[in-house]
């Protein structure tokens, strides 16, 4: 594979740097910078490490497909893959990535040319006629997302999108936008999506949206391209499958059961972590929501829900058995009474949710995986109000109740940034034991 490491030693402990950002130069990856994710060469030593040997009915399941990088990786290697992924715009990057085999490049090519020429007379002001497109009315801020002269260029843009014919070339322009718009807005990813002033960066007056649109639509026609050659040299037309939906829906959204020979996939982790803000812009000026909060976002149906969505009401409890993790929430939800939902009493309402969606989603991987298969789940230890939790061991604990073989714990990096819940690393059962973040892979067999 052109730029990748095909063949390049895995680490000590058997695998590379898990990082999404080592991803940036690497053909199909590159289409999208994305936060929450990791690197096609760790995907690489999962498929050579628990699939070595493979054939037309090995199947790679990603849950939390987000952009695409284990379904990228395994179909490249002629390997069937499925991925769920309940963000709309990371599921049509997966879907497109793993189906642009079907795209026509000349048509695809021919579409970039005449789109650069209308986008010249737009960055021109040789255009009298106003745009059609109109900015949409559920997207809010602090700040406005883009300048007037340049939300008037990408308007103009999304004109030329719209009229696009063909469904599948009109979603790779949707797609290229999406990834290079904040580029030219007046936020940016810091590494989460932030305002540019608040990053001490100043706003964006103008820009040339076509020129940034169009090197992003080269790049990806140079990829599919490439892709579609590379399957023909290796003889190989993999199947494909992106469902855009939680895997939690996998039951009733797939025809077939225990299918799976490695799952490789990467769930939120217990840190709070807003994920769908990173997309706000993207899910509002794709069309792919008209709506506002948290249910706009998709926070309703994300694994583990978000702590606003939670906070508040009735004590959650845990919906099975668990001693060990029962105790540790009730040691959170003991602390910081005083602040009520935004103290310990709300914190443990979001970590008994987030346990309990842990424990439902061991229960389809228990369905899906084929006997003697193998899940390599990457999460994290969290701390939650000053408190340790070892997200990682409960989960392996969990899937233990499901039917899953727990095999192992393999630490892939340590001192992993946490986010503004992170205030103190103390230990509820040792209050004196300061504890460092890490990430680890959870080795599961069925």
Known sequence: MQGTLFGAPAATNGFRDPSFSRNKNLPMHRWIPWVAGFSAEFVEDCLNNYIPTRNAETWVLDPFSGVGTTLV????????????????????????????????????????????????????????????????????????????????????????????????????????????????????????????????????????????????????????????????????????????????????????????????????????????????????????????????????????????TVRSGPALKLSFEFPELAKLIECVRQSNQEKGAYGGPGWANYVATYFNDANRFCKVLSVLLKRKAVAVIVLGNSIIQGIEIKTDHMFGKIAEQNNLTYEHNIVLRKKRIGNSIVQSSVRCDHPGERTILYESAIILRR
Do not use: C
């Open 73 to 308: 990786e395994a179909y490249v290697r002629g390997i069937n893959v499925v991925g769920f992924e309940i963000n709309p715009y990371a599921a049509l990057a997966s879907d497109l990535k793993v189906h642009s085999t079907k795209i026509s490049i000349k048509e695809l090519s021919n579409a970039i040319s005449v789109f650069e020429k209308f986008m010249e007379k737009a960055e021109g002001g040789l255009i009298r006629r106003e745009p059609r497109s109109s900015p949409p009315t559920g997207f809010t801020g602090r700040h406005q997302l883009f300048s007037q002269k340049i939300q008037r260029k990408v308007l103009y843009a999304l004109d030329y999108i719209q009229a696009i014919g063909d469904r599948t070339i009109r979603d790779i322009f949707r797609l290229a936008l999406g990834s290079v718009m904040i580029s030219f807005s007046n936020y940016s990813y810091e590494p989460s999506l932030t305002r540019r002033i608040v990053a001490g960066k100043p706003n964006i007056e103008d820009a040339n949206v076509g020129l940034s649109l169009s090197a992003k639509l080269r790049l990806m026609l140079e990829d599919i391209g490439w892709l579609q050659g590379h399957l023909r040299t290796i003889g190989a037309r993999p199947k494909a499958l992106v469902v855009p939906k939680s895997i939690f829906s996998a039951p009733d959204s797939l025809p077939f059961r225990r299918f799976a020979d490695l799952v490789i996939t990467s769930p939120p982790y217990l840190n709070n972590y807003h994920y769908p803000r990173n997309t706000r812009p993207q899910m509002h000026w794709l069309g792919f929501t008209k709506g506002t909060g948290y249910s706009a976002a998709g926070e309703d149906e994300s694994f583990g829900r978000f702590w606003q």
